[in-house]
């Protein structure tokens, strides 16, 4: 317990108080500090950081009424901190700190902090500047129909996104700082009587036993809350849109906010929530019913369509007609290289235009990548390092991948492709069986929170598993499905 004597106090000797953090905060040419005369004559210290604050409030709301008070002397003497706080400034985030390291991190938030010669202590006032771009909408999950406003960098920001979709008082929201040289604000966010005490705590639990320098996205914490850390596939859901946190809240799951970042996390997440998009819920049930059995079979063909190519040209002819077999005979018979290989160089070559037209500028990104697909797929056909019949697969393996509405599962797909091809080249299709049966068993012990990750797709959870295989019309759903 800290002592009233302890060097940590703020003493309220001016002079000594400015002198320590002058001294702290010394080479820090962004903090200012302000001197002034309260109206008795006291001497008076504002410090704040250039840039954090909202200078004109400062001037309006803090200086002026603290330069023209005239201090009552009775009740100035009884209680200075009470008497600046009730009849002095007109401010509504206000609080007094006792102890120079609380202080400090206040004022490294963006708080103002305010020191009066003789008065032990400091006063925090919130006076933070939101610097933040414009509420737009999300580019990693568009929508045809649906809600156009996203998340941005701010926290708070985010926070009252949520807010404004769940106007009770049983959403409650708890915060944290992470990172022990960022002090990265983290809020957790959940709904009262609907998500279960047990998760939360757990969540709580993580968060605050996380030991890292440095916290500037949320994909930096993710990987320490998770269950399995050497797991490919996300274990929490990520989302930039807040009508989809909205809805994972009142589901009751946990939604953690991270400042600085417009995504989000979500937890736990179960996998057949990973290929649900957010306007699945917007749209006519059975359509969406209809889009969801095409997303899974898709899924599918995004993981195996080539490793079956190379399995059933390279082991398994047998299986195709003999037209096509003949097709794909002829076609193989200027190429030099075996199936598997062949694949291989065309997938690499493929990944490879599509993180290039990820990483250069929106406006030459994609024809960059459509340019190249059609230039380089067509040279290589007639150089006769690929057939024509592998660059078909290829391409719709490429546009089954698309059609992940979580990107980080769409991330986890295109790495299995390669293990699984170069299986299927050595083993044929006992090897995508052995696979398959592997992936399987991974993912039934996989777990997101102690919740398996299976677990909606389990026979014996029947509501989970309409959810996976349909979408229920509003009227037939009941409250938790």
């Not at 009066?116 to 129909?145: F, H, K, N, Q, W």
């Not at 777990?447 to 398996?452: E, R």
Request: charged content about 20%; aromatic content about 8%.
């Amino acid at each position: 317990m800290t002592k009233p004597n302890d060097e940590n106090m703020i003493s309220g000797n001016l002079i000594r108080d400015e002198a320590r953090l002058r001294a702290l905060f010394d080479k820090c040419d962004d903090i200012v500090f302000r001197s002034f005369r309260l109206g008795d004559d006291s001497g008076a210290l504002l410090v704040f950081i250039d840039g954090m604050v909202d200078e004109q409030r400062i001037e309006s709301e803090l200086l002026k009424p603290l330069l023209s008070c005239q201090q009552p002397s009775e009740v100035w003497k009884k209680d200075k901190w009470a008497w600046l706080v009730y009849k002095v400034l007109p401010t509504e985030k206000i609080a007094i700190k006792m102890r120079e390291d609380q202080a400090v991190e206040a004022l490294l938030s963006g708080d103002v902090l305010l020191l009066v010669d003789g008065v032990p202590g400091s006063l925090l006032i919130g006076m933070y500047a939101i610097v933040t771009r414009s509420i737009e909408e999300p580019e990693s999950e568009p929508v045809i129909r649906g809600p156009r406003d996203g998340f941005t960098e701010c926290l708070q920001i985010n926070a009252t996104l949520i807010r404004r979709r769940l106007r009770t008082a049983k959403l409650k929201s708890e915060s944290f700082h992470v990172g022990t040289l960022s002090r990265t604000k983290v809020s957790v966010m959940y709904v009262e009587g609907i998500a279960k005490h047990l998760l939360i705590d757990e969540v709580k639990a993580r968060i605050q036993s996380i030991e890292i320098d440095v916290v500037l996205e949320s994909g930096y914490i993710e990987e320490l809350l998770t269950d399995n850390r050497y797991s490919i596939f996300p274990q929490l859901m990520t989302t930039e849109r807040p009508d989809r946190a909205t809805a994972m809240l009142a589901e009751g799951r946990v939604v953690i906010l991270v400042d600085n970042t417009p995504f989000i996390l979500i937890a736990p997440a179960t996998s057949h929530e990973m290929i649900q998009a957010a306007e699945d819920y917007s749209q006519n049930f059975i359509v969406v019913t209809a889009t969801r059995w095409l997303r899974l079979c898709l899924s599918l063909i995004a993981l195996i369509f080539p490793s079956m190519y190379i399995a059933i040209t390279t082991m398994h002819q047998e299986m195709l007609p003999s037209d096509l077999l003949l097709s794909i005979a002829s076609s193989r018979e200027a190429v030099p290289f075996p199936a598997i290989v062949e694949a291989v160089i065309i997938e690499l070559a493929f990944e490879g235009l599509r993180e290039a037209g990820i990483r250069l500028p929106r406006q030459v990104g994609q024809a960059v990548s459509i340019v190249g697909a059609l230039v380089i797929g067509q040279a290589a056909v007639q150089a006769g390092l690929v057939t024509s019949s592998l660059v078909i697969v290829v391409s719709a393996t490429g546009i089954a991948s698309f059609i992940f509405p979580t990107y980080n599962l769409g991330l986890s797909i295109r790495f299995l492709r390669f293990p699984l091809m170069i299986i299927a080249g050595i083993l044929g299709l006992y090897g995508i069986f052995l696979f398959l049966l592997a992936l399987l068993i991974h993912l039934t012990k996989l777990k997101s929170f102690g919740v398996p990750y299976l677990s909606s797709a389990a026979a014996t959870n029947s509501a989970g598993l309409k959810d996976v295989l349909m979408r229920l019309p509003w009227w037939k759903r009941t409250k938790g499905n």
